[in-house]
């Protein structure tokens, strides 16, 4: 597949955006695929670490927890100097942890000074198959979710969510209402769990109406932190002042470019070219 054209569009300033997730040792998801995609897309990139993960392309080997008090701590310091118009909220492994982001950004609100935009990306379950929430956090995220304007889970997630089989386009339509109902915030849900050359997502708003951003798939094994590189990038655009829809396409063509560089590294499941636009800005420069 070749690389998709995508630019940045012009934005009056930079915009901060603040990521809320958990570390990853080898650099392919979590906090660090959060920075890359952050910076990449043009906005100054914060984080609050809510735990730290021992892991690389072949799987996850340890995750601690960081206290609730101490992660409340970074995201009040990050909102009293430079507060972010967005916030991307990745793994948050324990309940705890997750009552906590929910009260601090639920209290940052009510004093007028909470993100404009809050993206949930429910991680419950690494592209390697480890679980990476507690069975408490799962109950804890629900309250979560009714702060976000959008939340994009893939479709194990929405089956866990949801509670039932998504098998195809129908049976995502119908899960997609669900959660936008519950939740009343917009979802995007992901279809890449689906075989075939496409790989097509929904994005369902709260009054029910909906839009498929259709695109091909890119063929390749190296797929480790795609969800966490597309939720930075959906919160980047919505920071930039894109409306929610065509901040869903800025990010689809962000993340099916970095599939797409062809990024090979690691003996398992790879990590995707985070800075593959700026790869080829340089190559056809060195022409």
Not at 32 to 43: V, Y
């Amino acid at each position: 597949m070749s690389l998709p054209e995508w630019s940045l569009p012009a934005c009056p300033h930079i915009p901060s955006v603040l990521t809320i997730a958990g570390s990853d040792s080898s650099g392919g998801a979590g906090i660090q695929a959060d920075i890359k995609t952050i910076t990449a897309c043009g906005c100054f990139a914060q984080s609050a670490i809510a735990a730290l993960t021992a892991q690389n392309t072949l799987g996850v080997a340890q995750v601690v927890n960081i206290d609730p008090q101490a992660l409340v701590n970074q995201i009040m310091a990050v909102f009293d100097d430079i507060a972010p118009a967005a916030v991307k909220v990745g793994m948050l492994s324990t309940a705890d942890n997750m009552r906590a982001t929910s009260r601090v950004l639920k209290e940052l609100a009510q004093q007028g000074r909470g993100p404009q935009y809050v993206v949930v990306d429910p991680v419950m379950v690494a592209t390697s198959g480890a679980a990476l929430m507690d069975g408490d956090a799962a109950e804890a995220l629900e309250e979560l979710m009714g702060q976000a304007c959008v939340i994009t889970p893939n479709i194990p997630e929405a089956q866990v969510l949801c509670g039932m089989e998504i098998r195809t386009p129908q049976e995502m339509e119908q899960a997609a209402v669900l959660l936008a109902k519950r939740t009343r915030s917009a979802v995007l849900l992901k279809g890449g769990h689906f075989w075939g050359d496409t790989c097509n997502d929904l994005l369902m708003e709260p009054d029910g109406s909906a839009q498929w951003f259709e695109g091909p798939r890119v063929k390749t094994e190296n797929t480790h932190g795609t969800g966490c590189t597309l939720s930075s990038a959906l919160a980047s655009g919505l920071a930039r002042g894109m409306d929610i829809p065509r901040a869903v396409r800025f990010a689809k063509d962000y993340v099916a470019g970095a599939l797409a560089s062809g990024l090979d590294l690691g003996r398992g499941s790879g990590p995707v070219d985070h800075m593959w636009m700026y790869r080829k800005t340089n190559e056809a420069a060195c022409q």
